[in-house]
């Protein structure tokens, strides 16, 4: 319980050291350390995860790993010179995407409800901006759990979405959101960018 503390209240708290973990000292890495990252690294980072909140309970985001070397020259052909730099020395590069049938689940996922299941599956651009933001917000959650076991996710966005598309989910059933390298931070080079502060982003009415 090292890393528990108590409010004011008696509330259990992240200590200040967690939060350092998580936020204040966690970099976006400029690069990795060789140490693999394996299977189970990536179920472990899952269990925390899947418990993130998503409206409906739809959890939306799909994972699809890039470990054989055929895979991982069938994603560098699509993104773009930097970024395939990248993914190239990354231990692990993830393909995160959008199931735009996640509706199929939600008999399951949120039986309470059975009405949304017929909505949705009547509505599908409001199923895809819906499962969109969920699944972004999966991802949010995704670098947060990443950084609590030790590893350092870097996001990216410079590829060509229809042609990931294409090559990866040709059936349209998923949409690519982002490409993430996974894996243990080297060590830091450069200061931490500036932040906004709390008066430039909290507006009180």
Request: hydrophobic share 40%; glycine share 8%.
């Given at each position: 319980?090292?890393?528990?503390?108590?409010?004011?209240?008696?509330?259990?708290?992240?200590?200040?050291?967690?939060?350092?973990?998580?936020?204040?000292?966690?970099?976006?890495?400029?690069?990795?350390?060789?140490?693999?990252?394996?299977?189970?690294?990536?179920?472990?980072?899952?269990?925390?995860?899947?418990?993130?909140?998503?409206?409906?309970?739809?959890?939306?985001?799909?994972?699809?790993?890039?470990?054989?070397?055929?895979?991982?020259?069938?994603?560098?052909?699509?993104?773009?010179?930097?970024?395939?730099?990248?993914?190239?020395?990354?231990?692990?590069?993830?393909?995160?995407?959008?199931?735009?049938?996640?509706?199929e689940h939600l008999p399951v996922v949120f039986p309470?409800?059975?009405?949304?299941?017929?909505?949705?599956?009547?509505?599908?651009?409001?199923?895809?901006?819906?499962?969109?933001?969920?699944?972004?917000?999966?991802?949010?959650?995704?670098?947060?759990?990443?950084?609590?076991?030790?590893?350092?996710?870097?996001?990216?966005?410079?590829?060509?979405?229809?042609?990931?598309?294409?090559?990866?989910?040709?059936?349209?059933?998923?949409?690519?959101?982002?490409?993430?390298n996974l894996g243990r931070p080297a060590p830091v080079?450069?200061?931490?960018?500036?932040?906004?502060?709390?008066?430039?982003?909290?507006?009180?009415?």
């Open positions: 319980m090292a890393h528990l503390t108590t409010t004011g209240t008696g509330r259990p708290r992240l200590s200040s050291q967690a939060l350092d973990l998580l936020f204040r000292q966690a970099r976006t890495p400029g690069g990795f350390t060789d140490e693999p990252v394996g299977p189970e690294d990536l179920r472990a980072l899952y269990e925390l995860i899947r418990h993130g909140p998503t409206s409906f309970n739809q959890q939306p985001l799909r994972v699809l790993e890039i470990r054989s070397t055929g895979a991982r020259q069938r994603l560098l052909r699509h993104l773009t010179d930097r970024n395939r730099d990248k993914a190239r020395g990354a231990p692990l590069t993830l393909l995160l995407a959008v199931d735009l049938n996640y509706h309470h409800a059975p009405h949304l299941y017929e909505w949705l599956a009547n509505a599908p651009e409001v199923r895809r901006e819906r499962g969109r933001f969920d699944a972004l917000l999966q991802t949010g959650y995704l670098i947060v759990a990443a950084r609590a076991l030790g590893l350092a996710a870097l996001p990216m966005l410079g590829f060509d979405e229809a042609g990931l598309n294409a090559e990866f989910f040709p059936a349209g059933d998923r949409e690519a959101l982002l490409v993430l080079r450069r200061e931490r960018l500036p932040r906004l502060t709390y008066d430039q982003v909290v507006t009180t009415l």
